[in-house]
């Protein structure tokens, strides 16, 4: 690539689109940025494919195996039987403060700003905990991060912004269009190196108003029309040669047809005494001291019941030979669970035609969105970029979450992007060259008694995108 340094770098992120849900009637703006520069077709989330999961892999370019924050509710690792709920701010400083460390442990893409001289601004409607983890190190570099949920939510700077601005609505869809009108009039005129404005929407509405439902493509069609007023000032003005932009979601959404506590299941169950169950979708059980015959016997157990889907389990434990381990979903750190699993799922439609159903422990009822799994309607995101230095076009190259930060340090000519576990997505460049290496497509399957599973995944050189996991049905 050539030594263009490029002025600005805009990533909007429409929290749980899915890519099928981009269609000309509900989001004629995101069609018309698609059609500027790259889609990205086989682009894909992390596991868990949680929104707090998915910002940390956004921050730092990497899967959760290296940043760590794994779950969106994790055990804490001090105290047995307590849990992390990582969408609340107040929370995850009490965890940083408690354990003496950072709730990320990879580098950061604002460090790397910082380092160069440069600034992330971060304007999120998403939680509180969720914006804080875009930039965990905003008041010690002194970058804006704004919060539609309030001065609490904020750094310094942000507080200050938000004191100047007339009070964010309340309804989350409000806030989103709120978020994105802030970014449009306030910092396009002169954008940072580095913007990131989190849409909490279509996520919100898919998972409280039904996913595919009216009051969910309403949501979406607001923040797509937010969206459309920036493209429009930035057409019409002078950053349409400077600022690059690119556009994903964290992840996608699977409709809920059923429930099963898991709690409820374990604790009729023997062997499952003193065990934390960390529910959702996706979730874990914490087993004291991770001891291996007790984490042996509960996988047993649950690769036997017809709600499960996939299960992995701490490396290098003597297993029932249909246990993935944490490694192969790239979750082989040491605040994961010992066990994970995801609930069943099938690919098969939902009563509004949208595939991709799944089962649910928690509160949100038939009918809702949720996600955390594996399965392709949770993990296949939206991902397009365009700008002056971006190709027009469809790219068929694996791409994921984990290589927008690497990305944007290589369009701004900022080093720290060889570290991360993501690439620079060179192929959309127009000075740049597509991968070196061929992808090559990887599968475990893994049968134990009437269970079965397969997991793929795709390596290009040494970067690791995960496309799909499943339970099978065994003859």
């Not at 909007?12 to 520069?37: H, K, W």
């Not at 690059?244 to 374990?266: F, K, N, P």
Request: charged residues 15%; negative net charge; proline residues 8%.
């Amino acid at each position: 690539m050539g030594s263009f340094m490029t002025t600005a770098f805009l990533l909007v992120v429409f929290d749980g689109l899915r890519p099928d849900m981009i269609q000309s009637d509900t989001t004629p703006n995101l069609m018309r940025f698609a059609a500027m520069g790259t889609r990205f077709a086989r682009a894909r989330s992390v596991f868990p494919s949680e929104t707090r999961v998915c910002s940390a892999s956004v921050a730092t370019g990497c899967h959760p195996a290296r940043h760590g924050l794994v779950a969106n509710r994790f055990a804490h690792p001090r105290v047995f039987q307590r849990s992390v709920d990582t969408g609340r701010k107040e929370a995850l400083l009490a965890f940083e403060q408690e354990t003496g460390a950072p709730v990320l442990q990879a580098p950061t893409l604002a460090q790397a700003l910082h380092a160069a001289g440069q600034e992330l601004v971060v304007l999120s409607s998403g939680t509180t905990g969720q914006t804080y983890i875009l930039n965990p190190d905003a008041d010690a570099l002194e970058h804006v991060t704004l919060s539609a949920h309030g001065v609490q939510a904020c750094s310094r700077q942000g507080a200050r912004l938000l004191a100047s601005l007339d009070p964010p609505p309340a309804a989350p869809a409000d806030r989103a269009v709120w978020v994105a009108d802030l970014f449009r009039t306030r910092f396009l005129p002169s954008p940072p190196a580095c913007t990131v404005v989190w849409l909490c929407e279509p996520d919100t509405s898919g998972h409280h108003q039904g996913l595919g439902s009216p009051a969910q493509l309403d949501a979406l069609r607001a923040a797509d029309a937010a969206f459309g007023r920036i493209l429009d000032d930035w057409q019409a003005g002078p950053q349409r040669d400077t600022l690059q932009i690119a556009v994903a979601s964290d992840h996608g959404q699977a409709t809920i047809t059923g429930h099963r506590v898991v709690a409820e299941a374990l604790a009729a169950s023997p062997g499952f005494d003193g065990c934390q169950v960390l529910p959702g979708s996706s979730g874990g059980i914490a087993i004291p001291d991770a001891d291996g015959a007790r984490v042996a016997a509960a996988a047993e157990w649950l690769m036997r019941q017809d709600w499960i889907g996939n299960l992995f389990a701490v490396d290098g434990l003597n297993l029932p030979e249909g246990v993935l381990p944490h490694s192969a979903v790239l979750l082989h750190h040491p605040r994961t669970a010992p066990l994970i699993y995801t609930l069943r799922t099938d690919p098969g439609p939902s009563p509004l035609g949208l595939p991709g159903t799944t089962l649910m422990d928690g509160g949100l009822p038939v009918g809702s969105g949720t996600h955390g799994g594996l399965s392709p309607a949770e993990i296949r995101i939206t991902l397009m970029l365009a700008g002056s230095r971006i190709r027009a076009g469809m790219s068929e190259w694996p791409a994921g979450l984990v290589d927008l930060a690497p990305s944007i340090l290589a369009l701004l000519g900022i080093p720290g992007g060889a570290s991360m576990d993501g690439r620079p997505l060179t192929e959309a460049f127009t000075d740049g060259l597509p991968p070196a290496h061929s992808p090559a497509a990887e599968s475990w399957e893994a049968l134990y008694g009437g269970y079965s599973q397969r997991l793929t995944r795709t390596r290009l050189g040494r970067h690791v995108t995960l496309d799909a996991a499943f339970r099978l049905p065994v003859a």
